[in-house]
């Protein structure tokens, strides 16, 4: 199993840019998001974290690798599936106060999907993916790889805490202790992030136990040195 971070740049086969880790390349194909954090981005190889056709073509790189990778439907979102077209009466968009627009991404029935046409108080809905059917290109470099125990255990917090600074990590045997910085102690969602990560230590690594210290200081003992 390899824990590595990748960058990489993701395009159809006209080249139109769908996904990157590059923030330059993300504003000039007119895709940057501001809430999105642009770095490599760390996968555990062969667990289905990116498409199939990505995941197999990392099993065969390394660090410093570079590679423009072509991904064929079957191996990327799946072909285009009839089935998945829909047609819905335009008062279902209505009772919501929905205007609905061929383009407009939608969730029915809980599920993804966009509007094809609206028209006789009908519209078609498409639950294929955006992607379904197309060709990807990716240009991926592998930056580094995690090997020891330590370095992994890094690398899955970074995973699904976005950053690692001032955290400290021990690992003693199959037992693992993780001191979270406040910063990262304040975060609203931080419950869910130590169960998600405590839950891919037990999966990846094989861990036992894992205990959690936070870190809180008080500021105004801060203001009181200055």
Known sequence: MKF????????????????????????????????RIYAPLPIVVGEGQVIAGLDEALEKL?????????????????????????????????????????????????????????????????????????????????????TTEKDKVLFLAEKNFDETEGFNVKVTGKKVEVTIPEKAAKDRAALVRKASLSAELFKFLNTSEVSYTEVWKNPSAKAEKT
Request: charged share 35%.
């Open 62 to 146: 390394k660090v410093s690798d570079s590679k423009k990778i072509e991904i064929t439907p079957e191996k990327g979102y799946g072909p285009r599936e009839p089935s998945l077209l829909r047609i819905v009466p335009l008062k279902v968009f209505k009772k919501d106060k929905i205007n609905p627009v061929p383009g407009m991404p939608v969730e029915l029935d809980g599920r993804p999907a966009r509007i094809q046409t609206v028209a006789g108080g009908r519209v078609r809905v498409d639950f294929n993916h955006d992607l379904a059917g197309k060709t990807l290109i990716y240009d991926v470099k592998v930056v580094s790889e995690a």
């Open 4 to 35: 590595l971070k990748i960058d990489y740049t993701a395009q159809v086969e006209d080249g139109v840019v769908f996904d990157t880790t590059d923030k330059k390349k993300a504003e000039e194909a007119g895709i940057f998001n501001e809430k």
